[in-house]
């Protein structure tokens, strides 16, 4: 039973990639960090021993502090933090207990270079449709939560990317683009191992939209018919990426907890 200001990971895994998540900050020693180089989704890495110097990032948010058994770096880090007056917890057996539970996590050789304020830049062509939502939504929910989104003109991906240090994303001839039937949704999935059930799930209905490929599930013809709707509600492309994050917090919990479940009318009556 945990402690009042301890969470389980069964529980923190059920609000990791939730629009509610809390803030996960890692403060695992950076030996601890090199022989376990893996990341619980949503996570962002802090030096324990600077709390005054990052605490004031995360003052609105409620925080979950990780360290390698949920001891003293992440008790002394949390107990700082809530003198601050941050809504905090720790994870109870910290990250060697999230392992032991099967819960996914990210593989960190795959993450991009960030900027000077920590944050993963990518670039990709304007006027999103589904992979170009699809992808950031992935990633603010469960790579880089202040990852940042470019888009521009087609022809001026390659040069913004070399200019403005990013990552470019669903072009051709880059390393996070689609590979052969697979969208670049599936290809992150797979490059970050997010060995997710219901991310796998999503995948298929990204697919089939992002491919015209309806035959995959049922629920692709629903996701390309909001995704055109909403590409032609916004001229801003970020302002549409902000509206269909909802949208895709939808399909996920469905795929996660709700994809058995059916409605009918009239409502069953009930019994006397």
């Known amino acids: ?129 589904i992979d170009r939502i699809a992808c950031p939504w992935l990633i603010r929910r469960f790579v880089d939560p202040g990852a940042v989104f470019l888009f521009v003109s087609p022809s001026e991906v390659k040069a913004v990317a070399e200019r403005f240090a990013a990552t470019p994303f669903d072009i051709e001839d880059v390393f996070w683009s689609h590979r052969g039937d697979l969208c670049t949704f599936d290809t992150m999935l797979s490059e970050f191992g997010l060995t997710d059930p219901a991310l796998e799930k999503l995948a298929l209905i990204v697919r089939g939209a992002d491919t015209a490929r309806m035959d995959l599930v049922p629920e692709a ?15 801003d492309d970020l302002a549409q990426l902000d509206a269909a994050m909802i949208i895709y917090d939808g399909f996920y919990r469905w795929c996660r907890d709700a994809s058995d479940e059916t409605h009918n009318w009239p409502a069953p009556k009930v019994k006397a």
């Open 1 to 129: 039973m945990p402690s009042p200001t301890e969470i389980l990971p069964a529980q923190l895994s059920r609000l990791v990639g939730t629009p509610t998540a809390p803030a996960i900050i890692d403060v695992r020693t950076d030996e601890d960090y090199a022989r376990q180089a893996r990341l619980i989704p949503g996570s962002v890495r802090r030096p324990h021993s600077a709390v005054a110097d990052w605490a004031k990032e995360f003052g609105d948010r409620n925080v979950v502090v990780v360290c390698q058994r949920g001891q003293k770096l992440s008790q002394g880090t949390a107990a700082l933090l809530r003198h601050e007056g941050i809504r905090t917890e720790t994870l109870e057996g910290g990250f060697v207990a999230w392992l032991e539970g099967t819960h996914p996590t990210v593989d960190v050789a795959k993450l991009p270079p960030h900027d000077v304020q920590g944050r993963t830049v990518w670039v990709t062509r304007g006027r999103p449709k």
């Open 221 to 235: 013809a629903g996701l390309l018919a909001v995704s055109l709707g909403l590409s032609r509600m916004y001229r």
